[in-house]
């Protein structure tokens, strides 16, 4: 993975010192809580419902065991032992003390790390596939790429107060696998007839109040260009995009406003005085940058581990963690193996000091050290042997990271909502723990097979909810908890916005609703249909049918808010 | 009447108004001051002869919504542009004073007015601001510092014309 040179050590130092000195101006009553808000949000501390929270950056979710450790140290010394993965691949502490956060910054400087831009109106972490650089269908590993832009997005001088949040994500396999099309820039990366690689740019995607999926701005681009085409692009942005509203301030809406012909006439023109500039990347940077991805020292094994397989054969539950999170591997004899954090009763992404020491140990002993963060908020170990997946899956099952649910219902992406966020309308964790509670029957969700349930606990959509097969959002009724429930979204290369099915639930429908939906699909399934493939076919109204089914909305709200309230 | 600025790093005692148009006046009858004074662009646009006469140095300043292609040929008339963040959350003028340096290659003073704070000194620098009017009620002494932040910097800019990988290797030469 990408290693700082002196002057990378030197930038992050650097910013260490200057968010001190703001902290420290603040609390001297030179800098108000006002002037403070932007600067601290680019330094990735909220100010949150119990007090402060600490996002961390984990570019593009590459961690080194070391790292890893020094979360779990900062997590014990400073919080309480417990940190939350997010679907940027970063992580967030929920515990912090506003003091003490200029000196975790520093201990995350002598690691290589920070908390740059995980917040605020500038570039946020780029994120990718977590399987980068050792998946079989990928072109090119994306990662060189992510750190170029890593780096060219650091301290953007002119567009660190754009007019909302902008998170870029890169692509390169055959799958998509970085949901590009719900970033407000998504790249994916090809390679034209000629062998050059350059890349496909989509614009304005974004999730939130208005899910729009992006559009193609550029069938491809040589690679050379990319950062001179994104000032370009940030660049009609940051002047043009709107300022007055903040639900209508993403780049989403000023390519909805000027259409994507009319915004991509005003890129070019843009573009045409900045091509071919000083920006323009040469192939040596490239490879400098491709060298800190230079693939582990592998071992030549067979394909075929003997060992292994009779393991598979004589152990189901071996093989029911095998079948879902283990994942092919471009080199024989290798796998990339899915911790899940999303055991029954946890709340989804969320992993204690002690597992982090766990996860770095595997990291150390089976994967080279090094692991990474999934957009799905579990851990992945990219580079373990075949005849090693026993071993790492009988320490990650003592720790609880070996639940094997990875693609179906109960692997929820879900924000950590009402119980610690400041913006959310809804707690989401315990409906999680619900919809875990329905099904808890391993044999029953293997039946259900693939399948996306995501959970936000408001319209920021932090949870990716518009991209899941069933979304749950949390929405506020008069103070009030609801839930309002989405189908038909997903991720990936056909990537599609859910649409509400109707008037939202109260909390304890949600699992009941859950269970009617996934009843319909099962009923009227075709074989090798996963649920969303069934739900394309048959349409919508089954489902909405049954989940509204001896359903009176307005009469059954009232009597369980009482329940609620009485509890 | 004077008031301290920050030009090129230094704090200086500087000569220049800016007139703002209250609600009432209008470009084409404010009365123009004695200068040295940065216009309004409304006002420049509406008066350029009557100011060029006027004023030996003309000035003027830009709003955040106000880009410097209003200007365009007109750029190396002025001693000073101003530069207005309405407020500093507002990130249009760094663009704005980007392509005044690279794109209409404008070589006089580019000057930060409004709010403008130490925390955003350092960009400002980098887009091609050489200075600040920073808010009155802030310490000018102590927001010089916000000028050092940086010993290093990834990309290109006014203040940089190569970003750091087009110059990686002296550095580790």
Redesign the interface.
């Known amino acids: 993975m990408y290693r700082y ?3 990378d050590q ?2 992050i130092d ?2 260490v010192a ?1 968010y001190r ?2 902290i420290a ?1 603040h609390l001297a009553g ?2 108000s809580t006002d ?1 403070l808000r ?2 601290r949000l680019q330094n990735g501390l909220y100010i949150q419902r119990h007090g402060p929270m600490l996002r961390i950056a984990i570019p593009y979710g590459m961690l080194a065991a070391t790292q890893l450790r020094k979360l779990a140290e900062i997590s014990q010394r400073y919080d309480r032992g417990v940190g939350h993965f997010t679907t940027r691949q970063n992580m967030q502490l929920n515990w912090p003390q506003l003091e003490q956060t200029p000196a975790i910054l520093g201990e995350l400087a002598r690691v290589e790390m920070h908390a740059v831009q995980t917040s605020g ?1 500038c570039i946020r972490n780029i994120t990718t596939d977590q399987f980068a650089g050792v998946a079989p269908d990928e072109l090119t590993d994306p990662r060189p790429y992510c750190e170029l832009l890593r ?2 997005s ?9 007019p909302r949040k902008f998170k870029i994500a890169v692509n390169a396999a055959a799958t998509d696998r970085a949901v590009i099309r719900a970033h407000d820039i998504g790249l994916e990366l090809l390679r034209d007839e000629g062998g050059e690689i350059g890349v496909r740019i989509f614009v304005g995607g974004g999730l939130g109040r208005t899910p729009i999926l992006g559009k193609v701005i550029r069938e491809f681009l040589p690679r050379r260009h990319l ?1 001179s085409y994104l000032e370009a692009i940030l ?1 009609v942005y ?2 043009y995009g709107r ?1 007055d509203n903040m639900y209508k301030a993403r780049i989403k809406i000023l390519v909805q406003a000027l259409g994507i012909d009319d915004f991509r006439r005003q890129v070019e023109a843009e573009w045409a ?1 900045l091509k071919d ?3 323009t ?2 192939d040596t ?1 490239f490879a ?1 940058i491709a060298a800190h991805f230079a693939p582990p020292a592998w071992e030549n094994l067979p394909a075929v581990d003997e060992l292994h397989a009779a393991r598979v054969a004589g152990d189901l539950a071996f093989a029911n963690w095998v079948r879902r999170c283990v994942h092919p591997h471009r080199t024989p004899g290798y796998a990339a193996v899915t911790l899940s954090l999303k055991a029954p009763g946890a709340a989804p992404g969320d992993i204690s000091d002690t597992q982090m020491l766990v996860v770095a140990d595997l990291a150390d002993r089976f994967s080279f050290g090094e692991l990474r963060v999934t957009h799905e908020q579990n851990v992945v170990l990219a580079d373990v042997r075949l005849r090693d997946l026993h071993e790492v899956w009988q320490i990650a099952r003592r720790h609880r990271l070996a639940t094997a649910n990875i693609g179906l219902l109960t692997d929820i992406i879900c924000c950590p909502g009402g119980d610690l966020c400041a913006l959310a309308n809804a707690r989401s964790v315990p409906i999680a723990d619900a919809v875990n509670e329905k099904f808890d029957d391993l044999d029953y969700l293997f039946d259900i097979g693939d399948i996306s349930l995501n959970i936000s606990g408001c319209m920021n959509s932090c949870g990716h909810h518009h991209v899941a097969n069933i979304g749950i959002l949390g929405v506020d009724k008069n103070d009030e908890e609801w839930y309002q429930i989405t189908v038909g979204g997903q991720q990936g290369n056909a990537a599609a916005i859910g649409k509400v099915i109707g008037p939202s639930f109260h909390a304890h429908e949600v699992p009941l609703v859950i269970e009617a939906l996934v009843t319909v699909y099962v009923e009227q399934r075709l074989p090798s249909e996963r649920f969303i493939d069934t739900l394309q076919r048959v349409g919508i109204e089954p489902f909405k049918a049954r989940a509204y089914a001896g359903r009176d909305r307005r009469r059954g709200a009232r009597q369980e808010n009482r329940e609620v309230v009485n509890v | 009447m004077s008031e301290r600025i920050i030009r090129k790093q230094e704090i200086v005692d500087d000569p220049w108004q800016v007139l703002r148009l209250t609600s009432g006046e209008s470009a084409e009858t404010v009365p123009l001051p004695a200068g040295p004074v940065l216009l309004p662009l409304a006002v420049w646009l509406a008066r350029r002869d009557e100011a060029l006469r006027r004023y030996e140095q003309p000035g003027v300043w830009l709003d955040s919504d106000e ?1 410097p292609e209003m200007l365009a040929d007109d750029c190396r008339r002025f001693a000073v542009i101003g530069i207005n963040f309405p407020k ?5 003028g ?2 704005s004073a ?1 392509l005044l340096r690279e ?1 209409y290659h404008y070589a006089g003073e580019i000057r930060a007015i409004g709010d403008v ?1 130490q ?2 000194l ?3 620098q ?2 091609g601001i050489d200075a600040y009017a920073v808010r009155a009620d802030k ?1 000018i002494e ?1 927001a010089l ?1 916000g000028l050092r ?9 006014a203040d940089q ?6 110059r ?1 290797a002296k ?2 030469a």
């Open positions: 040179d002196s002057i030197q930038i650097e910013r200057q000195d703001q101006r030179d800098l002037e932007p600067l109106n780096q060219w650091t301290f953007h001088p002119e567009f660190a107060f754009l950062l660049r940051n002047r300022r005085h500039g000083p920006t990347v040469p940077e400098r | 880009g500093f959350t507002d990130g249009r760094y663009s980007r794109r704070l925390d955003q350092f960009l400002m980098r887009c310490d102590q510092a932040a940086f010993s290093e910097n990834y990309q290109a800019a014309p190569l970003p750091l990988f087009r990686r550095h580790a």
